[in-house]
């Protein structure tokens, strides 16, 4: 058994290596300090955004290292995944001359095979879940003598994760916290690595959703164990079970580990949008969350840095989160009530809303509900509004035209 100590020492030689050789191929990606969001938490809080990193996501940083090894020594690469691990492959394959193939569930949204296929990756459509795509990936690795790289178990892909905490400290020197997304544990360790060993005193958090929480169970149960996962809008951190090394480096490293709603993922991907105008998906937005929503202990006053590790979200889930967002906002709503079934009933109401700046997305009238009293018609209305108080002044003066209209 080698001791977690050697596994970290050589992570971070490896990342510093990785560093130089990754470095003509990858962003040095931004950091920056948000004041909306600082005063929002009661810290000083950073961004760094990976999601602005080649093919929309960390990722790429550890194939490119564990990739540049192979060069020379095999002829092409194999991955399974259905997110980013699949772009960050198929992008370093192509840099280093090799070819590769991944294999993707046969759930993976068009979006992203053709973005993998883009960078010239071979994909193989398999099975149902991620486990019958590694299954198969490690067939074809076999068959063809390409060798398959992990998503988050191997020193080098871990190293290649770790150069963003060389450039952390390079951009907040004296941070205090950092707060980075678990999915396999790939990320954290190599940052963890890095940070702890040149600023012992930062804090390293990681932050799971709540529907996948593996690394946090497995710290609680002293060995790496299996939960069952739920769908999460941060489908890069629906693990099931962490890596043997990540577990290591973590559970002798990281400080703490959070778990996340689905609705405080949500909110921060809007939250991103609104504020920052950065798209981040549900994995990239999962650290902000997590300090958002109050869940990461003694960060007042501190300096804290969130990574938001990536952007590549699906647009109809984007469009659910818009949605969700802009009603929780107050700034769509949907109205329900009854009015008279006589002529100028619904022009009424309808002149009121408009009165009001209020602007009508969709009407339902409906005289057949036998629901409600004879000689009247039920009405839905969804509404785009200028404010939560807007659309209270609007429900008032129905209600005092004689109109019961509740906001649903
Ligand atoms: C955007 C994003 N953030 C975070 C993670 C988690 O990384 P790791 O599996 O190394 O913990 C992933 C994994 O796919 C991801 O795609």
Known sequence: MVSPRSIIDRIFDE?????EVIAPYINRTPVDKSTSFSRMVGCELYLKYENMQKTGAFKVRGALYKVSKLRGVVKGVVAASAGNHAQGVA?????????SVIVMPRSASISKIEATKGYGAEVVLHGEVYDDAEREALRIARERGYEFVHAFDDIDVIAGQGTIGFEILEQVPDVDVVVVPIGGGGLISGIATVVKRLRPRTKVIGVEPENAPKMKRSIEAGHPVEVAVRPSIAD????????????????ELVDDIVLVSEDEIAKAIYLLLERAKVLAEGAGAAALAALLSGRVRGVEGRRVLAIVSGGNIDLTALYRVLLRGLASAGRIARLRGVVPDTPGSLYRALEVIARHGANIVEVMHDRTDVRITPWHAAVDILLEVPSRSVLDRIVEELRRRGMKFEQR
Do not use: D, H, Q, W
Not at 15 to 19: G, P, V, Y
Not at 236 to 251: A, F, H, M, N, Q
């Open 15 to 19: 990342s510093r290596r990785a560093r």
């Open 91 to 99: 992008y370093a394959a192509s840099i280093f001359g090799l070819r």
């Open 236 to 251: 890069g951190l629906l693990t099931r079970k962490p890596g043997r090394i990540t577990y290591e480096v973590v559970s």
